[in-house]
């Protein structure tokens, strides 16, 4: 027996978000990993500038970790994922079925989110030749992933970069072209303060910053380079290269933003500040999001306060001469960011609502707070360091650089809740407070399925009935809304708009009493007058009533119909030619039609 537990609203909240192609060579979508193991897949409509969702997976897990990952030749991104169930898994999107099929699921450990397991870290060569997924402690496993003769993913086995007594804090995969894949790792080792009992070994323990390369000759992992960071270094950011840029990364840390690369002197640049942030406080970098273009490139940085910064690099070869921070705007803390081939910014909040923007501008015009590259080796890395250096700024209340487009609602984070009726309707609603800081809302739930109104079409005066039918019985959605009046009935066809149909051989001058498509791909009018066959090549068969008789009830399916005609029954069958032939009739005894004879019961006549 198996139990699976769904919740009656998806969730809103976002733990990580990755852009890419996933199921169309030049699709602009994103995936976000929701908090209750939910994949969605999220592509912006060109048309309206919304976020759509075009797909939504239940994983049935803790998910850790989503990255992007795309062979040599091959158009389209697979995502990685890891999460608590101690595999790597690699999914593809099927545009068919519209969800994420498995490709490969590999068990390295156990279950459960534990340090020593890995899948809290996931890092993607930029080449798509291998795959580093890390633990919060001492473990890390290399997969080489590759094409079989069918051009299918293939997955090596696991091939071990182990370090024991190594607290991991962030890895990324470096942009090195055709070389041998290279990842780096920011470590610490506190081998050394574990056995000191007195605590002074902690306060020389140095964080590192090291490069692991994997010889693709050899068919193995080397710890190829590890140099000194600072202690407050929290996040990772590659640099493009490969001919594209100096390659190397940029390491995020409180109050500063450094590059560093093998065989290159540090460049490190203060975060600007805002007017009246005290200098004894840090300033924390929280997300980053990359840019890049064919010879253009920059990187979005933001802080714990929201402020997004734009850092560039001053480039000659492959050698950084100068690190600039500017600031770029103000948003609110995001959990991840998302920058677009066609100007889009996804940022996912951390509390609050998300947001979809649209780039109006990169931040270039003069008189923007910017922070040039610093080299006093006599500056530490604390507040007061970086207030001597860096210049101040005021937020502004609204983006500068950016136009909001979409705003996906999401409840993250309730901090109350309160279910009553005080709008008397007879059914409670749920009062939700929601958000931190000014961010914070009182949202009302009510029960039911929220509907999106696609169209809008008036109608000439008050239906009294409406059918919804297929133009073949082959096709996923239907075609044609039937809608009948008290003397007319109106034939809409269901496209990009709702227009309305005069050839579609339904009567127009008599209300609709029954209408579907039949087996044959033949539509079907029942009105007061007789019956109508309208045939897939547009003829139309008619029987009429008998004598001055008129039909009152109907009731079909795609092969039967059933018509009641004053104390009497009538019953038609498709026949093998495709024609509507009527097979039985059975009297009712008194008059049905006076007692109000209802469908339902002509449905049981069709049993």
Same mark, same amino acid.
């Not at 790792?185 to 323990?205: F, H, K």
């Given at each position: 027996?198996?139990?699976?537990?769904?919740?009656?609203?998806?969730?809103?909240?976002?733990?990580?978000?990755?852009?890419?192609?996933?199921?169309?060579?030049?699709?602009?979508?994103?995936?976000?990993?929701?908090?209750?193991?939910?994949?969605?897949?999220?592509?912006?409509?060109?048309?309206?500038?919304?976020?759509?969702?075009?797909?939504?997976?239940?994983? #049935?897990?803790?998910?850790?970790?989503?990255?992007?990952?795309?062979?040599? !030749?091959?158009?389209?991104?697979?995502?990685?994922?890891?999460?608590?169930?101690?595999?790597? +898994?690699?999914?593809?999107?099927?545009?068919?079925?519209?969800?994420?099929?498995?490709?490969?699921?590999?068990?390295?450990?156990?279950?459960?989110?534990?340090?020593?397991?890995? *899948?809290?870290?996931?890092?993607?060569?930029?080449?798509?030749?291998?795959?580093?997924?890390?633990?919060?402690?001492?473990?890390?496993?290399?997969?080489?992933?590759?094409?079989?003769?069918?051009?299918?993913?293939?997955?090596? /086995?696991?091939?071990?970069?182990?370090?024991?007594?190594?607290?991991?804090?962030?890895?990324?995969?470096?942009?090195?072209?055709?070389?041998?894949?290279?990842?780096?790792?920011?470590?610490? =080792?506190?081998?050394?303060?574990?056995?000191?009992?007195?605590?002074?070994?902690?306060?020389?323990?140095?964080?590192?910053?090291?490069?692991?390369?994997?010889?693709?000759?050899?068919?193995?992992?080397?710890?190829?380079?590890?140099?000194?960071?600072?202690?407050?270094?929290?996040?990772?950011?590659?640099?493009? !290269?490969? *001919?594209?840029?100096?390659?190397?990364?940029?390491?995020?840390?409180?109050?500063?933003?450094?590059?560093?690369?093998? *065989?290159?002197?540090?460049?490190?640049?203060?975060?600007?500040?805002?007017?009246?942030?005290?200098?004894?406080?840090?300033?924390?970098?929280?997300?980053?999001?990359?840019?890049?273009?064919?010879?253009?490139?920059?990187?979005?940085?933001?802080?714990?306060? !929201?402020?997004?910064?734009?850092?560039?690099?001053?480039?000659?070869?492959?050698?950084?001469?100068?690190?600039?921070?500017?600031?770029?705007?103000?948003?609110?803390?995001?959990?991840?960011?998302?920058? +677009?081939?066609?100007?889009?910014?996804?940022?996912?909040?951390?509390?609050?609502?998300?947001?979809?923007?649209?780039?109006?501008?990169?931040? =270039?015009?003069?008189?923007?707070?910017?922070?040039?590259?610093?080299?006093?080796?006599?500056? *530490?890395?604390?507040? #007061?360091?970086?207030?001597?250096?860096?210049?101040?700024?005021?937020?502004?209340?609204?983006?500068?650089?950016?136009?909001?487009?979409?705003?996906?609602?999401?409840?993250?984070?309730?901090?109350?809740?309160?279910?009553?009726?005080?709008?008397?309707?007879?059914?409670?609603?749920?009062?939700?407070?929601?958000?931190?800081?000014?961010?914070?809302?009182?949202?009302?739930?009510?029960?039911?399925?929220?509907?999106?109104?696609?169209?809008?079409?008036?109608?000439?005066?008050?239906?009294?009935?409406?059918?919804?039918?297929?133009?073949?019985?082959?096709?996923?959605?239907?075609?044609?809304?039937?809608?009948?009046?008290?003397?007319?009935?109106?034939?809409?066809?269901?496209?990009?708009?709702?227009?309305?149909?005069?050839? /579609?051989? #339904?009567?127009?001058?008599?209300?609709?009493?029954?209408?579907?498509?039949?087996?044959?791909?033949?539509?079907?009018?029942?009105?007061?007058?007789?019956?109508?066959?309208?045939?897939?090549?547009?003829?139309?068969?008619?029987?009429?009533?008998?004598?001055?008789?008129?039909?009152?009830?109907?009731?079909?399916?795609?092969?039967?119909?059933?018509?009641?005609?004053?104390?009497?029954?009538?019953?038609?069958?498709? =026949?093998?030619?495709?024609?509507?032939?009527?097979?039985?009739?059975?009297?009712?005894?008194?008059?049905?039609?006076?007692?109000?004879?209802?469908?339902?019961?002509?449905?049981?006549?069709?049993?």
């Amino acid at each position: 027996m198996h139990f699976v537990a769904f919740t009656l609203q998806r969730p809103t909240a976002i733990i990580k978000a990755v852009y890419g192609q996933f199921s169309a060579p030049k699709a602009q979508e994103i995936v976000v990993a929701r908090q209750g193991g939910v994949l969605e897949l999220l592509r912006p409509d060109e048309a309206t500038g919304k976020l759509v969702s075009v797909a939504a997976t239940a994983t #049935f897990s803790v998910l850790r970790a989503i990255a992007p990952f795309r062979l040599t !030749g091959v158009p389209r991104d697979y995502l990685v994922v890891g999460s608590d169930s101690g595999t790597l +898994t690699v999914l593809e999107f099927d545009p068919t079925a519209n969800e994420f099929i498995r490709v490969h699921c590999e068990a390295f450990g156990k279950t459960g989110c534990r340090r020593g397991v890995p *899948g809290q870290y996931i890092a993607c060569d930029p080449r798509g030749r291998a795959v580093m997924v890390a633990a919060v402690e001492k473990q890390k496993a290399v997969y080489v992933m590759n094409r079989d003769a069918t051009s299918s993913l293939t997955i090596s /086995s696991p091939l071990e970069a182990h370090k024991a007594q190594t607290i991991v804090f962030d890895i990324v995969a470096l942009d090195v072209g055709f070389d041998n894949p290279t990842f780096a790792a920011l470590e610490l =080792d506190y081998a050394e303060a574990d056995q000191d009992t007195s605590g002074e070994a902690i306060e020389e323990t140095e964080k590192m910053l090291t490069y692991y390369e994997l010889d693709l000759g050899l068919n193995h992992v080397t710890r190829r380079w590890s140099e000194p960071v600072a202690r407050t270094a929290n996040l990772l950011c590659a640099v493009p !290269g490969g *001919g594209e840029g100096p390659s190397g990364v940029l390491v995020c840390g409180e109050n500063w933003v450094a590059y560093k690369h093998e *065989g290159h002197a540090e460049v490190r640049a203060p975060l600007p500040r805002r007017a009246g942030f005290p200098p004894e406080r840090g300033l924390l970098v929280t997300c980053t999001a990359t840019h890049r273009q064919r010879e253009l490139f920059f990187f979005l940085v933001q802080s714990e306060l !929201g402020d997004l910064y734009k850092v560039t690099l001053d480039v000659s070869g492959d050698r950084v001469y100068d690190l600039a921070v500017s600031v770029f705007d103000a948003l609110f803390p995001a959990a991840a960011l998302c920058i +677009t081939r066609t100007g889009l910014l996804y940022a996912g909040a951390e509390c609050g609502d998300h947001a979809l923007f649209q780039f109006r501008g990169v931040g =270039d015009e003069a008189g923007v707070a910017t922070a040039r590259a610093v080299r006093d080796p006599e500056l *530490g890395d604390d507040g #007061f360091s970086a207030a001597k250096v860096a210049p101040t700024f005021v937020p502004e209340n609204r983006p500068r650089n950016l136009t909001l487009l979409d705003e996906p609602m999401s409840l993250c984070a309730a901090t109350d809740v309160v279910v009553a009726d005080l709008a008397h309707e007879s059914t409670p609603q749920l009062y939700a407070l929601c958000g931190r800081g000014p961010r914070s809302s009182l949202r009302v739930l009510r029960h039911g399925v929220a509907v999106a109104e696609v169209a809008v079409s008036p109608l000439p005066g008050r239906p009294s009935a409406v059918w919804t039918v297929r133009g073949r019985q082959d096709e996923p959605h239907h075609r044609y809304i039937i809608v009948s009046f008290t003397n007319a009935t109106l034939v809409l066809s269901v496209g990009e708009t709702v227009e309305e149909v005069t050839d /579609s051989g #339904f009567l127009a001058s008599a209300p609709t009493l029954e209408a579907c498509l039949l087996a044959d791909n033949a539509l079907l009018q029942v009105h007061a007058g007789g019956i109508r066959h309208v045939g897939a090549d547009t003829r139309v068969t008619e029987w009429k009533a008998p004598g001055a008789r008129h039909i009152e009830k109907a009731a079909s399916n795609e092969r039967q119909v059933a018509v009641c005609i004053a104390g009497e029954v009538i019953y038609f069958e498709l =026949d093998a030619a495709g024609a509507l032939a009527e097979t039985a009739s059975k009297p009712v005894g008194g008059n049905p039609c006076r007692r109000q004879t209802s469908t339902m019961c002509l449905r049981e006549a069709l049993r």
